[in-house]
């Protein structure tokens, strides 16, 4: 079956790559605002996300990954999962705590 690669796909395309080399690409954090995390695993790397919605739009904070060793490719999709959200909660605990912190309230 061949692919229709019409006007409307080669203009997606194109914005789609403009997006990937478009400034800022990596943003500094807003304090202020609460963040968001995403993980993933495949067969040889785990990789996150460390990103805020600001304004409806994702604004990227930092892009960790580590490649597996010999006994962590042979992980059940879901254990490498779970070690991708270790992996996370390893690489992000400084955000999650000020962040934490930063909006605690005490009854006093």
Request: proline share 6%; glycine share 2%; with cysteine.
């Amino acid at each position: 079956m061949p692919i229709d690669f019409n006007d409307g796909c080669y203009k997606s395309w194109e914005k789609f790559k403009q997006e990937l080399i478009s400034a800022p690409i990596i943003s500094a954090p807003d304090w202020t605002q609460p963040f968001e995390i995403m993980c993933d695993a495949s067969d040889l790397a785990i990789g996150a996300i460390l990103e805020q919605r600001i304004d409806h739009r994702q604004h990227v904070i930092y892009y960790p990954s580590r490649t597996l060793n010999d006994a962590q490719q042979n992980y059940t999709a879901t254990e490498k999962e779970f070690l991708a959200v270790v992996f996370v909660l390893k690489k992000f605990h400084p955000y999650m705590l000020r962040k934490l912190q930063s909006s605690q309230t005490t009854p006093h």
